[in-house]
């Protein structure tokens, strides 16, 4: 096997998923055959700095059929699910693992690129985007770093390696991860060769699909800090091309704060997030929406917060909150009020009450909003017939139910339809 140039610089003691049976059995097939198999990527790279492990993946030498073999002959349910690219997907009970084997990329197209398997793990190393992701570890732990990613972790230095716009041209979505892995893994300054790099190649960005788009998007807005990181990529104008609208990255900066803070906040919310960062008005969240390819679900909320800011009238109070909460419906209206409390802080911090805010909240998380006690059938049983008119006589209904802060009950809004229909009908 090749790669004897790279070392082993450091060794880990086992950690739970390391030593999980799933894990073993997996590593254990892949070794029948003689073989060698590492894990490699994020899994490594956050074991060394304590963090959680979600994904395992895995890289070895014995090419995709021979995989789907050692597997198959373990009991292991193989998946071949990018056989064409060296990727196998082992099934243990709940468990996936992605086995890849080694490969170089002989011509990039993007997304994909042609490649070539090969047994040097330094070669399958040196394809990879940035030098924390090229870490690669044995079974027992011995961590294996051909270009300085342990020293990069260690310093919160985000680094490509080799050269960085080589790197981006053979996938221009690297740019955008290399900004998303500052905001999770950097210190600043960041690299400035990849930042560099990024502005140079930005005028590359349109030509990504607006789901890839989303996907770090979506990521990066879960970061701690995602203003910051916004900022240095409109700085270097790696928003421009991809974002419409005006940004507003203080209110993004102020909602972060706000979340930490307030109840029934949902921090973290990467939609709402994106929603505080750009100034949203109808036309701007529905051009927005299908730049970024948004489903329906995410469609309808983006443009739900980008309506009109009604939810806190001047001098409002519960009984207002309610009637709010009941039309707009409570995540709607804790999205607008979530948002308006960052904008305030932006425009105005530190100049004005947030009494009013903290209320619209706790109103939001205390009461579920009912629904009206009578129904279209009642109206016909009470002689109105069927139509337009049952509609309109229970919204005439509902709107003074509504304004008597929802307390009348059955019996009573039935007293108040049938009035209704006798006004309408004499």
């Known amino acids: 096997m090749g790669g004897g140039a790279v070392t082993a610089i450091r060794r880990m003691a086992p950690k739970s998923w390391m030593t999980a049976a799933a894990t073993r059995a997996v590593m254990k097939a892949l070794a029948a055959g003689g073989g060698a198999a590492r894990f490699v990527g ?236 750009i100034k949203l008005d109808e036309t701007t969240a529905r051009a927005l929406a299908e730049r970024l390819r948004f489903s329906r679900r995410e469609r309808a909320r983006l443009l739900a917060m980008a309506g009109a800011d009604d939810s806190l009238p001047p001098d409002a109070g519960p009984r207002q909150f309610r009637a709010a909460i009941y039309r707009l419906g409570t995540a709607t209206f804790r999205d607008r009020v979530v948002l308006a409390l960052a904008g305030q802080r932006a425009e105005r911090p530190g100049t004005a009450s947030e009494a009013e805010f903290t209320t619209a909240l706790e109103v939001s998380a205390a009461w579920p909003p009912p629904d009206l006690p009578i129904r279209g059938e009642d109206a016909v049983r009470l002689g109105l017939a069927p139509g337009p008119g049952v509609g309109q006589a229970l919204a005439r209904v509902e709107a003074w139910w509504i304004d008597e802060d929802f307390t009348p009950d059955r019996a009573v809004c039935l007293a108040r339809l049938k009035a209704v229909i006798g006004g309408a009908t004499g």
């Open 42 to 277: 994020g899994c490594v790279r956050d074991s060394i700095l304590g963090l959680p492990v979600g994904d395992i993946d895995i890289a070895t030498h014995e090419p995709p059929q021979r995989v789907i073999e050692l597997l198959t002959a373990a009991g292991i349910k193989a998946l071949p699910t990018g056989i064409e690219h060296g990727t196998i997907t082992a099934v243990v009970g709940a468990e996936h693992f992605e086995i890849t084997t080694l490969r170089l990329d002989v011509k990039t197209h993007g997304r994909r690129a042609d490649v070539v398997f090969t047994d040097d793990w330094s070669e399958d190393a040196a394809r990879r985007d940035l030098t924390i992701n090229a870490l690669s570890m044995t079974e027992g732990g011995d961590i294996h770093d051909p270009f300085g990613g342990l020293e990069d972790l260690a310093a919160g230095r985000v680094r490509f390696v080799g050269d960085a716009e080589t790197r981006i041209t053979e996938d221009v979505l690297r740019l955008l991860r290399f900004f998303r892995f500052h905001a999770y893994y950097g210190q600043p300054p960041a690299d400035a060769e990849g930042l560099a790099a990024a502005g140079k190649l930005a005028h590359l960005l349109p030509t990504l699909s607006g789901e890839r788009v989303w996907a770090e998007f979506r990521r990066l807005l879960c970061a701690p800090d995602p203003a910051a990181i916004f900022q240095l990529m409109a700085d270097h104008g790696a928003l421009g091309p991809l974002l419409v609208g005006t940004l507003w990255i203080a209110r993004l900066a102020a909602l972060v704060e706000v979340e930490a803070n307030a109840a029934a906040a949902a921090a973290g919310d990467p939609l709402r997030r994106l929603a505080a960062l």
